[in-house]
């Protein structure tokens, strides 16, 4: 998936079937959707392939524990349908996860061994294995750092984990080879539409060239997830809003705060939220928050009361306590839900289903959701899209679809998550043996991995290498500082740039940086 390769492509196209706008989750699903179908396709994200929410997940393929006590049966069956489907089309970046909820109370021992034989029930055929009751002890053993007082034991159960960026670029590699054109740092500037107002195309501006495009289409998709509302009010001035935005923060810690391979759950905290401690890329996420949010920026900023809420609640939990000095990195992101008038000021009680319609101009638009069902969220679009449009109806079958680096090999090794491709990545070394050393001795990442970036993964910025490549802008974003110029310089050799274009990325990534670290730190 080489950019220069696809923009080619796309210039040589005068008009497609589908224009999808939004390379996250929901996005670049729609489009591996309809490339697959055989539909013409492009998708167009003004950023970086999941750059805004789709990179700042709470790292979990799950079906919702807590939403069966909300009453969303519905919503868990489809997630726990999801979640078997990713695991098995997808099983070299997903996998499973232990989780444990230890029981405090009578009443929670009741409810959430309740609820999770439920939850065992639904996930039927693809279930990733049954829930289990363990006692104080064993609680005790598999989770040491655990606050024991009060303690009166627990229930383990399975639910599954990935790296949410990564998945994205292989979604958008999938697409690629099946005849997409997927291409990231290409904004939508304009709608163009009929004498009759239905839209006809729409006007891009290539970051990376700095052209301007118009672009033909036959239906347009609007998957921007928190920025759709700024789309519809493109195509209607006064549209109202459609998104509901809630931020959700998390809080990256050593793993010497939590020691286990298991994760933990507490599913209601003294708010209402639910906190996580889950182990990912040898460090511990710490996590989430659900702040309801008035406007919407690429960059959230976790605020004070928000940090200090984990780290309390983490405290209340853990016998070793994270403060302040002891975060690596903090990540925000913004959930899309969609907007409910009835929802008083708080956002924890909106539903994360998905809402899908249809613009007076004939634009399809997608809000809400979550990660796990990006599928069958991408399906009903596109069915709804065909739906109401004049182009042949085809059926989909991403169900039984093996994503781009599909492998069944199981390795130790940190570069095993790149599947399939891992070999190919760890070929470049054979030309030059500096590249498989390691960026920095405490992480695992290799030179390799920067070239590999750029020329299969569309990796234009070091940002994309730092935070969505190779992850360490939320791993630690004090030694991403730190190796950032090593970064830069080997991009710039890459992509024959010069020391100007260094020291503009440079000061870039510290800007982006600075809302990755506690103010207050």
Same mark, same amino acid.
């Given at each position: 998936m080489n950019r220069e390769i696809v923009f080619e492509r796309f210039l040589k196209t005068n008009e497609w079937d589908i224009?999808?706008?939004?390379? +996250?989750?929901?996005?670049? *699903?729609?489009?591996?959707? !309809?490339?697959?179908?055989?539909?013409?396709?492009?998708?167009?994200? $003004? +950023?970086?392939?999941?750059? *805004?929410?789709?990179?700042? !997940?709470?790292?979990?393929?799950?079906?919702?524990?807590?939403?069966? $006590?909300?009453?969303?049966?519905?919503l868990v069956l489809e997630a726990l349908k999801e979640r078997g489907l990713l695991l098995k089309n997808a099983p070299h970046i997903v996998h499973n996860q232990a989780f444990i909820i230890p029981f405090y109370t009578l009443k929670d021992w009741f409810i959430y061994s309740i609820g999770l034989r439920i939850y065992d029930f639904l996930s039927g055929k693809l279930s990733l294995g049954q829930s289990e009751n363990l006692s104080q002890k064993e609680i005790l053993e598999k989770l040491p750092n655990l606050n024991p007082k009060g303690l009166m034991g627990g229930i383990r159960y399975q639910d599954g984990q990935f790296?949410?960026?990564?998945?994205?670029?292989?979604?958008a590699q999938s697409a690629t080879e099946l005849g997409a054109c997927v291409l990231n740092y290409l904004?939508?500037?304009?709608?163009?539409?009929?004498?009759?107002g239905k839209i006809k195309g729409l006007r891009v501006l290539d970051h990376i060239s700095g052209n301007h495009h118009s672009v033909k289409s036959k239906i347009l998709i609007n998957a921007t997830g928190?920025?759709?509302?700024?789309?519809?009010q493109m195509d209607e001035p006064h549209a109202p809003k459609s998104i509901r935005p809630s931020q959700g923060i998390h809080l990256m810690v050593d793993r010497s705060f939590f020691p286990s391979d298991s994760a933990l759950m507490i599913p209601e905290t003294s708010d209402g939220r639910v906190l996580f401690a889950v182990p990912w890329h040898d460090k511990i996420i710490l996590g989430t928050t659900d702040t309801p949010m008035d406007t919407v920026a690429l960059e959230p900023s976790p605020t004070p009361s928000e940090i200090d809420f984990i780290l309390?609640?983490?405290?209340?939990?853990?016998?070793?306590?994270?403060?302040?000095?002891?975060?690596?990195?903090i990540y925000s992101g913004l959930r899309p839900l969609a907007a409910n008038p009835d929802s008083k000021g708080s956002t924890k009680e909106i539903s994360r289903s998905h809402k899908i319609w249809l613009s007076k101009s004939g634009m399809v638009n997608?809000?809400?959701?979550?990660?796990?069902?990006?599928?069958?969220?991408?399906?009903?679009?596109?069915?709804?899209?065909?739906?109401?449009s004049k182009l042949p109806f085809r059926k989909g079958n991403t169900e039984q679809y093996k994503i781009h680096g599909y492998s069944l090999e199981k390795s130790k090794d940190y570069t095993s998550i790149y599947g399939s491709d891992r070999s190919a990545l760890l070929a470049l070394g054979e030309s030059n043996p500096e590249l498989l050393e390691k960026i920095h001795p405490s992480y695992p990442f290799i030179k390799a991995e920067i070239i590999w970036s750029i020329r299969n993964e569309m990796a234009q910025s070091l940002t994309d290498i730092l935070s969505r490549r190779l992850r360490w802008l939320l791993?630690?974003?004090?030694?991403?500082?730190?190796v950032a110029p090593k970064i830069a310089h080997i991009m710039a050799l890459e992509l024959k740039k010069d020391e100007d274009w260094e020291k503009i990325q440079l000061q870039d990534f510290i800007q982006i940086a600075s809302f990755y670290l506690p103010h207050s730190a």
């Amino acid at each position: 998936m080489n950019r220069e390769i696809v923009f080619e492509r796309f210039l040589k196209t005068n008009e497609w079937d589908i224009v999808v706008m939004g390379g +996250g989750a929901t996005g670049l *699903g729609i489009a591996l959707d !309809s490339a697959l179908r055989g539909y013409s396709t492009l998708l167009v994200e $003004k +950023g970086d392939f999941s750059q *805004g929410t789709s990179s700042r !997940s709470t790292k979990l393929v799950h079906g919702g524990v807590r939403y069966l $006590k909300q009453g969303y049966i519905s919503l868990v069956l489809e997630a726990l349908k999801e979640r078997g489907l990713l695991l098995k089309n997808a099983p070299h970046i997903v996998h499973n996860q232990a989780f444990i909820i230890p029981f405090y109370t009578l009443k929670d021992w009741f409810i959430y061994s309740i609820g999770l034989r439920i939850y065992d029930f639904l996930s039927g055929k693809l279930s990733l294995g049954q829930s289990e009751n363990l006692s104080q002890k064993e609680i005790l053993e598999k989770l040491p750092n655990l606050n024991p007082k009060g303690l009166m034991g627990g229930i383990r159960y399975q639910d599954g984990q990935f790296d949410d960026s990564r998945l994205a670029i292989n979604l958008a590699q999938s697409a690629t080879e099946l005849g997409a054109c997927v291409l990231n740092y290409l904004e939508v500037i304009g709608l163009e539409k009929s004498t009759e107002g239905k839209i006809k195309g729409l006007r891009v501006l290539d970051h990376i060239s700095g052209n301007h495009h118009s672009v033909k289409s036959k239906i347009l998709i609007n998957a921007t997830g928190v920025f759709s509302d700024s789309l519809l009010q493109m195509d209607e001035p006064h549209a109202p809003k459609s998104i509901r935005p809630s931020q959700g923060i998390h809080l990256m810690v050593d793993r010497s705060f939590f020691p286990s391979d298991s994760a933990l759950m507490i599913p209601e905290t003294s708010d209402g939220r639910v906190l996580f401690a889950v182990p990912w890329h040898d460090k511990i996420i710490l996590g989430t928050t659900d702040t309801p949010m008035d406007t919407v920026a690429l960059e959230p900023s976790p605020t004070p009361s928000e940090i200090d809420f984990i780290l309390k609640t983490a405290s209340q939990y853990l016998v070793s306590k994270p403060d302040y000095k002891d975060i690596k990195a903090i990540y925000s992101g913004l959930r899309p839900l969609a907007a409910n008038p009835d929802s008083k000021g708080s956002t924890k009680e909106i539903s994360r289903s998905h809402k899908i319609w249809l613009s007076k101009s004939g634009m399809v638009n997608i809000i809400g959701g979550k990660w796990t069902t990006y599928r069958i969220m991408a399906e009903e679009t596109l069915n709804f899209a065909l739906k109401n449009s004049k182009l042949p109806f085809r059926k989909g079958n991403t169900e039984q679809y093996k994503i781009h680096g599909y492998s069944l090999e199981k390795s130790k090794d940190y570069t095993s998550i790149y599947g399939s491709d891992r070999s190919a990545l760890l070929a470049l070394g054979e030309s030059n043996p500096e590249l498989l050393e390691k960026i920095h001795p405490s992480y695992p990442f290799i030179k390799a991995e920067i070239i590999w970036s750029i020329r299969n993964e569309m990796a234009q910025s070091l940002t994309d290498i730092l935070s969505r490549r190779l992850r360490w802008l939320l791993l630690d974003t004090r030694v991403a500082l730190e190796v950032a110029p090593k970064i830069a310089h080997i991009m710039a050799l890459e992509l024959k740039k010069d020391e100007d274009w260094e020291k503009i990325q440079l000061q870039d990534f510290i800007q982006i940086a600075s809302f990755y670290l506690p103010h207050s730190a």
